[in-house]
């Protein structure tokens, strides 16, 4: 089994795009495919962002933030 770890400056940069994701702010493409690229070699940043999608997906339905959609 091979560990992956990450330097804090990344760990920082992704958990503030996966914070910004979670919220409805904007997450350029670029953004989304870094950490797609990382979701996909380490599951902790997988279960972060599927945390962050269905955090936002509630927001939305309450109301209290504006659909991605348009």
Known sequence: MVVR???TATRKRIKEIIH???TGE???LDERAQ???Y???IPFIASMVS????NRSELESAGLIEG???
């Open 39 to 41: 979701a996909i070699h």
């Open 51 to 54: 945390q962050a999608l269905k």
């Open 26 to 28: 904007a997450v350029s």
């Open 20 to 22: 910004r994701l979670a």
């Open 35 to 37: 950490l797609q690229k």
């Open 5 to 7: 770890s990450l330097t």
């Open 68 to 70: 991605s959609e348009g």
